[in-house]
């Protein structure tokens, strides 16, 4: 039997999950780049502090608990269902449970030594796939044959998953609207981590380009296509433009966001998007604001995941 285990950061299910998400996400020195364990302990102290009771706040606009937990459970169950009895499919998260080491009892108590790690990222980046694998550094031994699906942004078939959805919210009935500037929304790095090698910006740059050219080929109608960045955090230089800079330079004007690199609706999609920045759309006075859905667990995405996992 082999193992599937899917990777991503997490979200809180409460307040004291809450916490625990900023003070391990804050102490990842592939997020803090210092070599400083103390400075990054205290620097994750001091945000959590600053930061806990507004953050929750936000939370309990979407019901208290990311969705993060939901999708996953949805996606994992679909897998497990098509993969059938010679895989066991799960998920270990980085900031919050279950942890790798909780994953690693799941593998010990089913025997299993065959492991595929499968990271809910398309694009790579040290702050989200390097993170998470080495999560697991030290916990497998040379018992443990592990493998790692490659980063699936140029691929045509999880693109068109993409293209399927914006296409679904600029249909009017049998016809699609071309008034629309579809804006490709990515989570924000530190311009310090770009500039240290991280590859990130550039797998977004290059997906962006693709998915138009496919726009393009289906002869699918807009009025622009743009990239921006959301989840800017603190005072250093962050990658742009910022969504809010580009909702404001489309003002009166229609817009669709797609969450470009996210795989898994999580509180940065339904609360920062779908919330926060609706409220900076209104005050730019756009006249049509629309938040697509990740992949999550829809069936040809489901489907393009079982391709790359048995091939």
């Known amino acids: 039997m082999k193992a599937v285990i899917l990777l991503n950061m997490g979200g809180a299910r409460n ?13 990842d020195k592939n997020i803090i780049t210092t070599k400083s364990k103390i400075f990054r302990s205290l620097l994750a102290s001091f945000i959590v502090s600053r930061r806990l009771d507004e953050s929750w706040k936000n939370y309990e606009k979407i019901g208290g608990c990311s969705p993060i937990y939901e999708f996953s459970d949805k996606l994992k169950k679909k897998l497990q269902s098509k993969l059938g009895k010679d895989y066991y499919v799960t998920y270990a998260m980085r900031y919050t449970p279950p942890f790798a080491k909780d994953v690693l009892l799941e593998l010990e108590e089913k025997k299993i030594k065959d492991v595929i790690f499968l990271p809910l990222y398309p694009h790579y980046s040290t702050t989200t796939t390097k993170s998470s694998l080495e999560d697991f550094d030290g916990l497998l031994d040379s018992s443990y044959t592990q493998k790692v699906i490659e980063p699936f942004y140029k691929d045509e078939v999880y693109n068109q998953v ?16 071309d008034d629309y500037n579809i804006i490709f929304s990515a989570h924000a790095l530190p311009q310090k981590i770009i500039k240290n090698g991280d590859p990130y910006q550039k797998h977004i740059q290059e997906e962006v380009k693709i998915l138009q050219k496919m726009l393009d080929k289906q002869n699918i109608k807009y009025k622009s296509v743009s990239l921006a960045y ?19 330079e489309l003002k009166k004007q229609k817009v669709i966001i797609y969450p470009i690199s996210f795989i898994v609706d999580n509180s940065e999609t339904k609360f920062e998007l779908s919330v926060e920045y609706k ?5 730019c006075e ?21 391709n790359l996992l048995k091939n």
């Open 15 to 27: 307040k004291k999950e809450l916490s625990l998400f900023l003070k391990n996400m804050f102490n």
């Open 162 to 177: 993409i293209i399927n959805e914006i296409k679904k919210n600029l249909k009017n009935g049998s016809v699609y609207s």
């Open 230 to 248: 959301q989840s800017k955090l603190g005072p250093i230089k962050w990658l742009t433009p910022s969504l809010g800079t580009r909702l404001k």
């Open 279 to 283: 409220e900076v759309a209104k005050e």
């Open 286 to 306: 756009i006249k049509d604001y629309i938040v697509c859905a990740c992949p999550n667990d829809k069936d040809d995405f489901v489907a393009k995941l079982i």
